[in-house]
């Protein structure tokens, strides 16, 4: 698990916020899971310097991060004994920085195996929104994006890749200028 990033600035604009979550097909600790365990440390550190990324909550079990309230999972999770699933929570500055860093790097090879480590999922892998509070989305909040994309599908409430909107509300497409030169710099700042 990764220590929580905080911000050492004030927000300026309004930063989209992304939650994930998986469940693994055998418990947490089973030697299946070792490929995940190995590149979730790597992952984290990249996201930590990816461009873009503000801030992420870190877990109650680390020791040296703050968590952004209590971890709560969605009603999709099934506890099996392991007392956690695979889930994030952070903030950046936009949603094609979200792209490039899901899609490149060791996070992609992770994507790549997915199918090794996780139940193929009957919910979104992901949900985002336009975080409007001060401070950091908690995990409830989240799980109840999660929740609501799987329950009515991507609106300015809750909304994925394929169907995004903009702080307003408006229906946008991904700027693939700007995803492009992401790439091309590389998404690690």
């Not at 877990?59 to 099934?78: L, N």
Request: glycine share 8%; with cysteine.
């Amino acid at each position: 698990m990764g220590v929580s990033i905080q911000p050492s600035y004030e927000i300026a604009q309004m930063p989209v916020a992304l939650y994930t979550f998986g469940i693994f097909r055998k418990p947490a600790e089973d030697p299946a899971n070792d490929g995940f365990h190995a590149l979730n440390d790597p992952v984290l550190d990249q996201v930590d310097k990816a461009v873009g990324m503000i801030a992420r909550s870190g877990y109650a079990s680390d020791c040296d991060a703050t968590s952004w309230g209590r971890e709560v999972y969605p009603r999709f999770y099934t506890e099996r004994g392991d007392g956690w699933s695979p889930a994030t929570l952070s903030l950046w500055q936009d949603i094609e920085s979200i792209l490039a860093f899901t899609y490149s790097g060791f996070h992609a090879t992770a994507l790549r195996r997915g199918r090794e480590w996780f139940q193929p999922p009957d919910w979104p892998p992901l949900v985002m929104w336009w975080h409007l509070d001060a401070g950091y989305p908690t995990w409830a909040e989240g799980v109840r994006r999660h929740e609501h994309l799987h329950d009515f599908g991507p609106s300015p409430t809750a909304f994925n890749f394929k169907r995004a909107f903009d702080q307003t509300g408006t229906p946008v497409s991904i700027d693939h200028a700007r995803l492009r030169q992401l790439r091309a710099n590389g998404h690690i700042g």
